[in-house]
């Protein structure tokens, strides 16, 4: 859909920053990492509501999301995980919704990773972002790798 910010997005996202992309899902590291491995799993095709999914999208998305939790777990040991399916920017502003999935591994310690230390500030509210925290391109791509080669490893 044209003017669907998430179609965009999954057009222009950068290959470095795609830690899985399977037949209906991809799942994106996203710059903010406010939240060690906090990334976004979104719908390669447009669909605007969660009854639109296909059973094979998400039998998919199942499976994904496992293996996701299972390699987080494994590098960093989150506490537990929030996981949400808002989409109220695009109602807010009247654009198309499509689904898309945060997944926001939660931390009641303060983590270390390549050197930079990153703080769940809002323990153990529910996730909102609060200030950035944009790890350098080298601790970007760090956790990128070390999710993909784990997911990868699983599937």
Avoid at 20 to 28: L, R, V, Y
Avoid at 60 to 80: A, D, L
Wanted: glycine content about 4%.
């Amino acid at each position: 859909m044209n003017n669907c910010l998430s179609c965009q997005l999954l057009k222009t996202i950068e290959e470095r920053q795609i830690i899985f992309s399977g037949g209906f899902w991809q799942i994106e590291l996203q710059h903010d990492q406010q939240y060690l491995g906090k990334s976004v799993v979104t719908l390669k095709r447009h669909a605007s509501s969660l009854r639109e999914l296909t059973n094979e999208e998400g039998r998919e998305f199942f499976e994904i999301i496992k293996r996701f939790e299972m390699s987080v777990i494994k590098n960093f040991h989150p506490t537990h995980f929030n996981w949400s399916c808002l989409m109220n920017d695009a109602a807010g502003v009247g654009m198309p919704m499509h689904v898309h999935w945060h997944a926001i591994p939660r931390y009641k310690e303060v983590k270390q990773f390549r050197g930079h230390e990153f703080i769940d500030q809002r323990w153990p509210k529910s996730a909102r972002d609060i200030e950035q925290n944009e790890p350098s391109d080298e601790v970007l791509w760090a956790i990128r790798n070390v999710l993909k080669a784990d997911f990868n490893a699983a599937y």
